[in-house]
């Protein structure tokens, strides 16, 4: 497939919409939906890992989570990100990576997120995933759950997009979306195909 299930499903397609029009500065997000839906239950009084096992009931945790408390997954996700934003190829090695183990419930007015972020410098491209502190009206912090939040700083706005991000639905919809990718690729160059548009990919809307 080319993007992992439970991705963010139309993210890379929005990135390179943007890209294509305009300068992309910045990207952060709450990529992982696992973990959010974790950190919304340890703020509720839950110790981690009866959020974890909540998680795993409900079907947004797998077996073994640690790809997703460590912030593996979002590092992933961060690396299709930078190659739609920018058509380049981070190591995943060179992401700084700190995940949601050891969290704690947030004092009063603020929210835990485990926030994914790119960010361009003189030096390149800045990668990290992190725990970070957020004020609760902050656009990421009011996310919840297991959505995933993605916020795309360019030369003239902000764009936001939000969606689930963990579960079953999400998960199809990653994989219908990139089926409709697939057969768009394919036929690409061939007059006699019918090409899929928008429209088709709609069938995998939901997520972001």
């Given amino acids: 497939m080319l ?67 460590d912030g593996s997954d979002a590092a992933c996700k961060l690396i299709l990100l930078a190659r739609a934003a920018w058509g380049i190829a981070i190591p995943f090695e060179s992401i700084v990576r ?20 790119l960010q361009q410098t003189e030096n390149g491209i800045a990668a990290q995933v992190q725990p970070q502190l957020l004020e609760e009206h902050h656009p990421l912090a009011t996310v919840r759950e297991e959505e995933n939040c993605i916020l795309i700083r360019s030369a003239s706005a902000t764009h936001r997009f939000h969606g689930r991000g963990a579960g079953r639905w999400p998960t199809t919809c990653a994989v219908m979306a ?11 160059g061939c007059p006699q195909a019918t090409h899929l548009n928008d429209a088709s990919l709609a069938l995998a809307g939901g997520a972001i």
Avoid: H, Y
Wanted: glycine residues 8%; contains cysteine.
């Fill in 3 to 69: 993007r992992p299930a439970k991705s963010l499903t139309r993210s890379p397609v929005n990135v390179r919409r943007i890209a294509a029009a305009e300068a992309i500065l910045e990207i952060t997000g709450v990529l992982n939906g696992t973990c959010n839906f974790v950190l919304d239950r340890v703020a509720a009084g839950q110790d981690l890992e009866s959020a974890v096992a909540e998680a795993q009931v409900a079907g947004f945790a797998e077996v073994d989570p640690t790809f997703d408390l």
């Fill in 98 to 117: 700190r995940g949601i183990v050891g969290i704690t419930a947030p004092p009063v007015g603020k929210t835990w997120r485990l926030v994914a972020s």
């Fill in 178 to 188: 990139d089926l409709f990718d697939l057969a768009r690729q394919a036929t690409e």
